[in-house]
């Protein structure tokens, strides 16, 4: 199965990368109000169905692709 993982900082968290492209965008003459700056990660799961795959793509974030202390993330699995 085809999971994507989009991971962010939370919106408590400062986003010194976020701020500078909402920044740049503004002298391109872009009207920008908050830019935040993530990650896309794309995993193919071996998983008998889709909710075991959600569950360990979940562990996986948990574990090592966010770090949840100051980062939020969402899963899609497409089966």
């Known amino acids: 199965m085809r999971a994507t993982v989009l991971v ?8 010194p990368q976020g701020d500078a492209v909402g920044s740049a965008l ?3 003459g872009f009207e920008v109000r908050d830019a935040r700056v ?13 909710a ?8 996986m ?9 100051i980062e939020s993330y969402e899963v899609e699995i497409v089966g």
């Open 38 to 50: 993530g990650k896309v990660i794309d995993l193919d799961v071996e998983a008998a169905d889709e």
């Open 52 to 59: 075991t795959a959600k569950a360990a793509v979940e562990q």
């Open 26 to 28: 503004g002298h391109l």
């Open 61 to 69: 974030c948990e574990r090592l692709l966010a770090n949840p202390l």
């Open 8 to 15: 962010r900082p939370k919106p408590e968290i400062l986003d």
